[in-house]
């Protein structure tokens, strides 16, 4: 069983104990105040400190093991129900715990007492290692897999992901291209992209969001990064996301999402839980506080994310391939156990 408190345990112990408590509060703060930026970094902060929370379990078991995941991981989770990512990460390394607890049950002819393999397995890592360090290989095998897409053609995209700013450079190398891209207000996310393609010598064009379908017509393949990959094959995107999907559409232009698979998420959007899929910020870059009298009388909604549902999405490309919005079911099975779906 796990020891439950820190008074019986040696001094050494006990500071380990503290230390890790005090990582997971100031993770869990960072959530709440948004300063990891990008869902990559939230996701390795996740897993590396769940590979402590393993490294230092006393269980012997590896529902203990589980257990002691679930509680840490419903911690973090609770510190910012908008970051998907956080709970990908949990859902992960439980099922990555059940492989391995299985794998030693079959094993335990060879290797002696199943649940003290397991343990041994869990302090040396495993899968776990392989999957806090994805950031080089997620983006790697993303940027590869989408690169034979691009030929000489006219780009569309929206705010500002870095896969997508890593692909669009990489393949500026082989190939000519021009890319348009929707400024994404009130953030402005789009003109910091446009910068930085342009000092790559990559030709950018900027517009704003109420010109998306007038320039549509001219677009060959549309572009674009996701917050959440949703269990229906949907997405949670940047806001702006939903019109631009809906242009393609009209005008039959493949609308591509690059996204690495721990953005999968076992959610759906319901229309009753809207606080755990969207945030909503500060409306000042909407309207200035200045304008107090004004803005006494209005409420301001300033969203973060759009929902574009599946059937907008031709392809999902992300670090083990192509898929279509319909195959996101299997890929969730693949991922996660399905009693994790719900922690």
């Given at each position: 069983?796990?020891?439950?408190s820190?008074?019986?345990?040696?001094?050494?112990d006990t500071e380990?104990a503290?230390?890790?408590?005090e990582k997971?509060d100031a993770?869990?703060r960072d959530?709440k105040?948004?300063s990891i930026e990008?869902?990559y970094n939230?996701?390795?902060?996740?897993?590396?400190?769940?590979?402590i929370?393993?490294?230092q379990s006393?269980?012997?078991?590896?529902?203990?093991?589980m257990?002691n995941?679930?509680?840490?991981?419903?911690?973090?989770?609770?510190?910012?129900?908008?970051?998907t990512?956080?709970?990908?990460?949990?859902?992960?390394?439980?099922k990555?715990i059940?492989?391995?607890?299985a794998?030693?049950?079959?094993?335990?002819?060879?290797?002696g007492?199943p649940?003290?393999?397991?343990h041994?397995?869990?302090?040396?890592?495993?899968?776990?290692?392989?999957f806090?360090?994805?950031?080089?290989?997620l983006k790697?095998?993303v940027l590869?897999?989408i690169?034979?897409?691009?030929?000489?053609?006219?780009?569309r995209?929206?705010g500002?992901?870095?896969t997508v700013?890593?692909?669009?450079?990489?393949?500026?190398?082989?190939?000519?291209f021009?890319v348009?891209?929707?400024e994404?207000?009130?953030?402005?996310h789009?003109?910091?992209?446009?910068?930085?393609l342009a000092?790559a010598?990559i030709?950018?064009t900027?517009?704003?969001d109420s010109?998306v379908?007038?320039?549509?017509?001219?677009v060959n393949?549309?572009i674009?990064?996701?917050?959440?990959?949703m269990a229906?094959?949907?997405?949670k995107?940047?806001?702006?996301?939903?019109?631009?999907?809906?242009?393609a559409?009209h005008?039959s232009v493949?609308?591509?999402v690059?996204a690495?698979?721990f953005?999968?998420s076992?959610?759906?959007l319901c229309?009753?839980?809207?606080?755990?899929?969207?945030?909503?910020?500060s409306p000042?870059?909407v309207m200035?506080?200045?304008?107090?009298?004004?803005a006494?009388?209005?409420q301001?909604d300033n969203?973060?994310?759009?929902?574009v549902?599946p059937e907008?999405?031709t392809?999902?490309?992300s670090?083990?391939?192509?898929?279509a919005?319909s195959?996101?079911?299997?890929?969730?099975?693949?991922?996660?156990h399905p009693?994790?779906?719900?922690?």
């Open positions: 069983m796990c020891e439950k820190t008074e019986n345990m040696p001094s050494g380990k503290d230390e890790l408590n997971l993770f869990a959530l105040q948004g990008g869902s939230v996701a390795y902060r996740t897993v590396s400190l769940l590979r929370v393993i490294a006393k269980c012997t078991s590896a529902k203990d093991v257990a995941v679930i509680k840490e991981g419903k911690r973090l989770m609770a510190a910012q129900l908008t970051e990512a956080v709970g990908n990460m949990v859902r992960r390394v439980l990555i059940r492989e391995e607890y794998s030693a049950l079959r094993g335990k002819s060879e290797e007492d649940k003290e393999s397991l041994k397995m869990l302090l040396a890592g495993g899968e776990i290692d392989d806090s360090q994805p950031v080089p290989n790697a095998s590869d897999a690169s034979e897409l691009i030929i000489e053609l006219e780009i995209t929206a500002k992901s870095r700013e890593a692909f669009l450079k990489k393949a500026a190398k082989k190939r000519k021009q348009i891209v929707v994404c207000a009130p953030f402005f789009g003109q910091k992209l446009a910068v930085s000092r010598n030709e950018t900027v517009i704003n010109a379908f007038a320039i549509m017509s001219r393949k549309v674009i990064g996701t917050h959440t990959v229906n094959g949907g997405l995107a940047v806001n702006g996301s939903h019109a631009i999907a809906l242009a559409k005008y493949p609308l591509l690059c690495a698979m953005k999968l076992p959610q759906y229309s009753y839980d809207q606080d755990a899929f969207n945030k909503f910020v000042k870059d200035n506080f200045e304008e107090g009298e004004i006494s009388k209005v301001i969203p973060v994310f759009d929902y549902p907008l999405v392809l999902y490309v670090n083990i391939g192509g898929n919005p195959y996101v079911y299997r890929l969730l099975s693949e991922f996660y009693d994790d779906h719900e922690l």
